[in-house]
């Protein structure tokens, strides 16, 4: 497992190094994850070493919120200033995203005239 979690953090790395590398403009570890699925899409083996930490990592996913929990307890204040802006931005962000993925899914699984 721990191999496993080790290839996970080199994918990671070289996604960041890539980035800072060749000043590309998006973040690393998303570089990192696209490397990590050539890499899965051309070597079946890597999957089966890096199984068991991604699942270990996805089991203890919720740990990974409690940073989140606690900066929203410690700057509450500010949400509950602008608690409406937020509230609208979220409902309208998602009933907008509904849409386009409503409307893209009507598109792709049209069926051919």
């Known amino acids: 497992m721990l191999d496993g979690l080790l290839i996970l953090l080199a994918f990671q790395f070289a996604g960041e190094l890539l980035v800072q590398t060749l000043n590309l403009p998006l973040p690393g570890p998303v570089l990192?994850?696209?490397?990590?699925?050539?890499a899965l899409t051309t070597r079946a083996a890597?999957?089966?070493?890096?199984?068991?930490?991604?699942?270990?990592l996805?089991?203890?996913?919720?740990?990974?919120?409690f940073p989140i929990g606690i900066g929203i307890v410690l700057e509450w204040d500010r949400y509950a200033e602008h608690g409406l802006a937020l509230l609208v931005s979220i409902v309208l962000g998602t009933v907008l995203a509904l849409v386009l993925v409503t409307g893209l899914l009507k598109l792709l699984l049209r069926s051919p005239s």
Do not use: K, Y
Request: hydrophobic share 70%; glycine share 8%.
């Open 32 to 38: 990192g994850m696209v490397l990590l699925l050539a």
């Open 46 to 56: 890597i999957l089966q070493r890096i199984a068991p930490a991604a699942n270990l």
């Open 58 to 65: 996805i089991g203890n996913l919720t740990l990974l919120f």
